[in-house]
T-cell receptor, first 115, second 112 residues
Framework: NAGVTQTPKFQVLKTGQSMTLQCAQD?????MSWYRQDPGMGLRLIHY???????DQGEVPNGYNVSRSTTEDFPLRLLSAAPSQTSVYFC??????????????FGQGTRLTVV | DQQVKQNSPSLSVQEGRISILNCDYT??????FLWYKKYPAEGPTFLIS?????DKNEDGRFTVFLNKSAKHLSLHIVPSQPGDSAVYFC???????????FGTGTRLQVTL
């Protein structure tokens, strides 16, 4: 029972490099989202998707791109990594937004360091 | 503008005693509230939730109280156990939108 799977678990990037954080879920959830966790800041929403082909910006979208070509996958792309993007990234999924009062399921996280 | 606030970054409680974690919110559109627990190097896991039509929800040792007029909720853990040591996040959502807004978290340490 995989749930939400994130890869890689750890990554070190040089400033200016690009990379994609992968997220896949096997629960047929319509809603998927990306958060970053920083000390003292809690979890902040980067981007989210309410279904395949539909994405929208969250609270801190700058420097990140997303796409949702399938229900299962929601990759997060860092276009040109900056030290300010050093963080722990979490992907989450939940059932359709019209079903209120449901919880989100989180992946194990990706710890990214930009040097 | 922090719409969900957890003003205590940390809390230390003895094993067997009650742990009370607090959360305040400012957005009156929030109508569903959740608590998540997070261990180091793991993703947050859902703990308990409450709808705005209720003022209390209980699940075993965990009880969440909601005071809508004060825009305040609290999580009570009784009795506290060492395995409860983790970071607890309060989260809120509005209507049928799936977006969750999180607080900054409270680190709970349960000591022997």
């Amino acid at each position: 029972n995989a749930g939400v799977t994130q890869t890689p678990k750890f990554q070190v990037l040089k400033t200016g490099q690009s990379m994609t954080l992968q997220c896949a879920q096997d629960m047929n959830h319509e809603y998927m989202s990306w958060y970053r966790q920083d000390p003292g800041m809690g979890l902040r929403l980067i981007h989210y998707s309410v279904g395949a082909g539909i994405t929208d910006q969250g609270e801190v979208p700058n420097g990140y791109n997303v796409s949702r070509s399938t229900t299962e996958d929601f990759p997060l792309r860092l276009l040109s990594a900056a030290p300010s993007q050093t963080s722990v990234y979490f992907c989450a999924s939940s059932p359709a937004s019209h079903r209120a009062n449901t919880e989100a399921f989180f992946g194990q996280g990706t710890r990214l360091t930009v040097v | 503008d922090q719409q969900v606030k957890q003003n205590s970054p940390s809390l230390s409680v003895q094993e067997g005693r009650i742990s009370i974690l607090n959360c305040d919110y400012t957005n009156s559109m929030f109508d569903y509230f959740l608590w998540y627990k997070k261990y180091p190097a793991e993703g947050p896991t859902f703990l308990i939730s409450i709808s705005s039509i209720k003022d209390k929800n209980e699940d075993g040792r965990f009880t969440v109280f909601l005071n809508k007029s004060a825009k305040h909720l609290s999580l009570h853990i009784v009795p506290s156990q060492p395995g409860d040591s983790a970071v607890y996040f309060c989260a809120a959502k509005a209507g049928t939108a799936s977006k969750l807004t999180f607080g900054t978290g409270t680190r709970l340490q349960v000591t022997l």
